[in-house]
């Protein structure tokens, strides 16, 4: 699956031009549409139309700090970067403020852009990580029976998962986050929910992992280093046992 590019520019003669560069599809990138309205453009960004926007900027139209404006007063978290036909340094030191992933001054070399295109991928990758790691800790924590009124477990639960995004959780730091000796922490905790704190984990561990490989954006042992697992087919070997498929027939 390639990202998909909108350029945001007032003209459309340089779509050709950034098109037949090589360097586009080499990094895994694909134009695939233009717009001059600012309002399409943040419209689509709110929509997750496109995974980045290059913004041309031209003399006399210096549009990208408005559209980036435009993108931080909806929350539309997408990657941007810009294009200068001329030299303002003034407009990039606001684009860069506003969010802009980079800020090219032509003329400018394909490597030029390859290093941009690098920046943005970990940018999408890092925005993929966190939104699908939030949609599989919320379905987790939506299994857990509810209790009525305030329920401080799952809030701490909560917060318990999104400080250990990124790293592996063992029953020793859960037990040290929610202040309780590890015996006692894991009797609570299967008491509450009906399962012990590994198997929690692990069954979330693995819906995140569903939800990377269904993204279309990483391989395999991509997503095996992501969760932490020695070898991607020991995480091929777990991945199967839980859910009865190879992560390979779920990736898109």
Do not use: W
Request: net charge neutral.
């Amino acid at each position: 699956m390639k990202y998909q590019v909108l350029v945001v520019d007032n003209m459309n003669f340089d779509i050709p031009h950034y098109r037949s560069m090589a360097v586009f599809a080499e990094c895994g990138y694909e134009i695939s549409a233009h717009t001059s309205d600012l309002n399409k453009a943040a419209t689509a960004a709110v929509n997750r139309d496109y995974d980045m926007f290059l913004c041309i900027n031209r003399p006399t139209a210096v549009i990208a700090v408005n559209l980036l404006k435009r993108l931080q007063k909806l929350g539309a978290n997408i990657p941007t970067v810009v294009i200068s036909k001329v030299d303002y340094p003034k407009d990039m030191r606001e684009c860069f403020l506003l969010g802009a992933v980079d800020y090219l001054t032509e003329p400018i070399m394909e490597e030029d852009i390859r290093a941009s295109l690098y920046r943005v991928a970990q940018e999408i990758g890092r925005k993929i990580m966190n939104e699908e790691y939030l949609k599989a800790m919320e379905s987790a924590l939506a299994k857990i029976p509810e209790k009525s009124g305030s329920d401080p477990f799952r809030q701490r639960l909560r917060d318990l998962l999104i400080d250990a995004q990124g790293s592996a959780l063992s029953v020793e730091a859960a037990s040290d986050f929610f202040g309780l000796n590890t015996d006692y922490f894991s009797r609570c905790f299967k008491s509450r929910t009906g399962v012990s704190f590994g198997k929690f984990y692990k069954s979330l561990s693995i819906d995140y992992a569903r939800m990377l490989l269904s993204s279309g954006h990483y391989k395999v042992n991509e997503v095996s280093d992501i969760l932490g697992y020695a070898s991607a087919d020991y995480f091929s070997k777990v991945f199967k046992r839980m859910t009865g498929e190879l992560p390979s027939q779920v990736k898109r």
